[in-house]
């Protein structure tokens, strides 16, 4: 047994045979590092890309093909971040299964999704690139499912008028990042796995400031690493692990977030948080673990302990031109889209979350607490576990469910924050030169609900947007007037050190864990202006506890340590969506308020702008709506 | 419902260490992974443990239970009697970072050493075409999700690290087969995974298919077929002579890597 109780300069035994490529990566490793001013391993690149998911892998594969010295830098190893997650699709208007589908139908899907919140610019680049998008995935390995004339097949999914997401089985995410991944070491770029991103540098210049670089610790030695760089890519996901039952990993803990704010970067949207109609309820060790939407789209529906497909109660007066509105109709749609509506079982996550919690409020739930969606009624056994193989083998394994013979019991869960940072929509690039930021870190593009799918196109368009541009502000300006000064080097580290120095305070896992009742309790799906104040109060008082806390052990590999400084982000960030959220009073999308429970119009112009002032308090702005060209408006009155 | 589980957890880092005795409160349904979690953050903070997803989706809590890999996310506390002792080791092959966390370089320095895919163009539309029942089989194995516990169980490099460097692994198999059976690559990589990836080592006792999480026919579908395929390459006379006749630019003559 070894001795867990050193101190905190303990790095393991790894720290003594200092060898010159890192053993987890193969990357090089400064020899020379020790000499220099800070004494930290150090690295010099063109663009660092903080994130591998499919934002991050995107963006490191864009960079590199511009010219750029590309590094990328992730949490967990090459491969496991949480775009392997995603099961159902992405979408891209590229016409293989109706050929009447186009970038315009796309877009309006997009825009109608997010209550028209959306910044246009954003949902018009995604609708246009992501078919380009999804060949070159092909063109790099990927194994699409086909249609029967060889092209790739399209799926339904809730809010899109017609199959647009190309598809695996429901293993779509897994397909993608793997196919980023093999395309990233077949460049050559190099990667830091296992290594977290805690600061972000910035150096005096023409304009103000900029980004000159990032301070970092490898997961398993404990050891520190600074990067110089002139562009940093945020694709660092999103938030959910503030939330007690989310589909999410640990990774999860709004890094890229807090980190844009703390660099001097706004945030947008925060108060829109996606709580996914369907994940598992039970056992509850599995609460959370998500369901994908291809249930539905391929037949499967919503039942409550009555066995009525309670949807057809929840149709919204918005989307009533194109939802069927009774069982035949909704059941024709599936084999003939052109003469049928969408079954309202389809209708956009946030309409399908809301009225599963109506239900189980009513006591019409299932047993543990959700309700059924029923696909073995509806198909046969081989359909099922040709088209959902991986939700066939997850019920069966961890709940004893056979979904090919018996319904399955599902209940909302928290998914994906479609707030994040104020990007420029082109370039991805935010207020603070130099820092840009793709995929669910980044904010505007899904308004305030997005639509299923969509998130994987906007992993591709965005990531290779983003890194287009980091490339070239990196090979515009030059490395040498970049300054990573010694002393903020030392003050980073100091910070990254101090749950160390606190002897006898509170564990950071009771910390962690009391934020996410507080979140899924007062900041969840239904939110109200005192529950809201409430959580404000409670989330200043957690703060205060974690600057109280201990971790236990030295630093090598060491979880309690790296939790605690991912919960200084979780409770920046979890205080930004909660004062959105009180701020806007109304109902919209992901941002459900009991207090005003319609959509209001003015509140339909704008935009809530977070940053972070100069005494660390968290400010709020309001912001108007860019407004759409009428070339685009007219696309909203012309069709149903 | 709940009780009191005996675990035993391999403690210690590349200096040494051993098994510690642990008590952990376990509910219904939980799996080894959960009693894993409550462990750290009730009783022992710092205990290092891989995991994402916990669903079995992204193949990081890879582990020994009670000597078995097995993924700790997809093991179910179910499965064991409530009086038994489980014990929770880290993968054998891959030296010992600390606690579970394994050094699992090997993997990521094999992905690097097969040469990547290199499609013929594309249709004059834009767009490639390949029929489903052509591209079922590269699914299958693209259905890997990485645990590693393939190369872990491997009798080829467990215990034997010298057999390292001259032998992928079958996940790389599952890869080299993946991409031979691709019906629009055009690089031929048989002789490299004879020769550089070690297949010819491979002497298929399915270990690797017994562990895989995600029941993937390795041994069956990836290993023997890419076998024969070496073997056609290197004995049929007329497959040797129709790859100095023919040469043109499509795949059906592949351009050996």
């Known amino acids: 047994m070894t001795d867990t109780t050193g101190s905190p300069d303990t790095t393991g035994s790894t720290a003594a045979d200092a060898p010159t490529r890192h053993p987890m990566t193969g990357n090089r490793l400064t020899a020379e590092a020790a000499a220099e001013g800070h004494g930290f391993e150090e690295h010099a690149y063109d663009v660092v890309v903080i994130g591998a998911g499919g934002a991050g892998l995107r963006a490191a594969i864009a960079a590199h093909d511009a010219g750029a010295r590309t590094a990328i830098v992730c949490k967990s190893l090459l491969g496991k971040a949480h775009t392997v997650m995603a099961e159902g699709g992405i979408a891209a208007a590229m016409g293989n299964a109706y050929p009447e589908d186009n ?28 078919p380009e998008r999804v060949l070159e995935l092909e ?30 089985g429901d293993r779509t995410g897994l397909e993608m990042i793997r196919t980023l991944q093999q395309r990233a070491v077949a460049l050559g770029i190099d990667v ?10 910035k150096t005096p210049s023409d304009e103000g400031e900029r980004v000159s670089g990032a ?3 490898w997961r398993e030695t404990g050891r520190f690493i600074v990067f110089k760089t002139p562009s940093v890519v945020l694709a660092t996901g999103g938030i959910g692990k503030s939330y007690r039952v989310t589909s999410n990993s640990w990774e999860y803990t709004g890094d890229g977030h807090a980190l844009a704010l703390r660099t001097g970067a706004s945030l947008i949207n925060m108060e829109f948080v996606q709580f996914h109609p369907t994940g598992m309820v039970w056992p509850p060790s599995v609460r959370g673990i998500l369901v994908t939407e291809s249930v539905r789209g391929d037949g499967g529906v919503l039942r409550n302990s009555e066995g009525k497909r309670f949807m057809f109660d929840y149709i919204p007066e918005y989307f009533k031109g194109e939802t069927a509105d009774n069982e035949e109709e909704a059941d024709r749609w599936y084999e003939d889209k052109t003469n049928n509506r969408r079954p309202p079982e389809l209708l956009p996550r946030d309409e399908v979350a809301r009225a599963i919690n109506s239900e189980i409020k009513a006591d019409r739930g299932s047993p543990h607490g959700g309700v059924f969606l029923d696909i073995a009624s509806r198909r046969d056994a081989e359909f099922i576990q040709r088209r959902l193989p991986s939700m066939y083998h997850q019920f069966k394994e961890l709940a004893d469910v056979d979904i090919t013979a018996e319904p399955m019991e599902i209940g909302p869960t928290c998914h994906y924050v479609m707030g994040g940072v104020e990007v420029d929509p082109d370039t991805g690039a935010s207020s603070v030169e130099g820092l840009y930021a793709a995929g669910e870190v980044a904010g505007g593009m899904h308004g305030s609900n997005r639509l299923g799918g969509n998130s994987l196109s906007d992993l591709l368009v965005f990531g290779n947007r983003a890194g ?6 990196a090979l515009k300006s030059s490395n040498q007037s970049l300054q990573v000064r010694d002393e903020e080097v030392r003050a980073a580290a100091e910070r990254a050190l101090a749950p160390f120095s606190i002897a006898g305070g509170e564990n950071p896992y ?55 400084l991912d919960l200084s982000n979780m409770l920046l960030v979890s205080e930004c969506i909660a004062t959105a959220a009180l701020e806007r009073q109304e109902s919209r999308g992901g941002h459900t308020r009991d207090d005003f429970p319609g959509p209001d119009p003015h509140w339909g112009g704008r935009n809530l702008v977070l940053t972070l002032g100069d005494d660390g308090r968290v400010e709020l702005r309001h912001q108007p709506l860019p407004a759409m060209p009428e070339e685009l408006q007219d696309l909203f009155e012309a069709q149903p | 419902m709940g009780y009191e589980l005996k675990l035993r957890v391999w403690r210690g880092d590349a200096s040494g260490g051993g098994l510690n005795e642990y008590a952990v409160q376990v509910e219904e349904g939980e799996v080894v992974l959960d009693a894993i979690h409550r462990l750290q953050a009730t009783q022992a903070g710092d205990l290092a443990v891989r995991w994402n997803c916990k669903a079995g989706k992204c193949g990081s809590c890879s582990a020994e239970i009670n000597g078995r890999p097995r993924l700790m996310c997809m093991t179910r506390l179910a499965d064991f009697a409530e009086g038994d002792v489980i014990t929770v080791t880290p993968m054998r092959s891959f030296p010992v970072i600390r606690d579970l966390v394994t050094d699992v370089s090997y993997n990521y320095e094999k992905a690097r050493e097969v040469p990547s895919f290199a499609p013929t163009p594309r249709d004059p539309d834009g767009k490639r075409r390949m029929m489903q029942v052509d591209v079922e089989r590269g699914q299958e194995f693209r259905k890997c999700i990485e645990c590693f516990l393939c190369q872990n169980t491997c009798h080829v490099v467990r215990d034997h690290d010298h057999n390292k460097p001259a032998f992928a692994g079958p996940r790389f198999f599952l890869r080299y087969a993946e991409l031979d059976m691709h019906p629009l690559d055009t690089n031929d990589r048989r002789k490299l995974s004879q020769d550089a990836a070690g297949l010819g080592m491979c002497n298929i006792t399915k270990c690797c298919t017994e562990v895989c999480p995600e029941g993937i026919k390795i041994t069956d579908n990836a290993i023997i077929p890419m076998k024969e395929r070496v073997a056609d390459r290197k004995y049929d006379p007329v497959v040797w002579l129709g790859s100095k006749i023919f040469k043109r630019g499509d795949r059906a003559s592949r351009e050996e890597v």
């Open chain 1, 103 to 130: 970038w315009k139908v796309h877009f309006r899907d997009t825009m109608r999704g997010g209550k028209m919140l959306n910044h246009w610019r954003m949902a018009e680049l995604h609708a246009q690139e992501a």
């Open chain 1, 139 to 168: 063109e790099w390995g990927a194994l699409f499912d086909r249609t029967s004339d060889g092209l790739i097949s399209q799926r339904d999914f809730g809010g899109h008028r017609y199959a647009r997401l190309a598809h695996v």
């Open chain 1, 192 to 201: 830091f796995m296992e290594c977290t991103i805690t600061e972000i540098f």
């Open chain 1, 215 to 217: 301070f970092g610790y």
């Open chain 1, 468 to 473: 287009i541009d980091a490339a070239q502000t």
């Open chain 1, 510 to 564: 009771t910390i962690q864990y009391n934020l996410q009742d507080l979140m899924q309790n007062l900041v969840g799906i239904i939110r109200k202006s005192d529950e809201l104040s409430t959580s404000l109060r409670e989330i200043e008082a957690l703060k205060e506890r974690a600057s109280r806390l201990s971790v236990e052990g030295n630093r090598q590999y060491n979880p309690g340590w790296h939790l605690a």
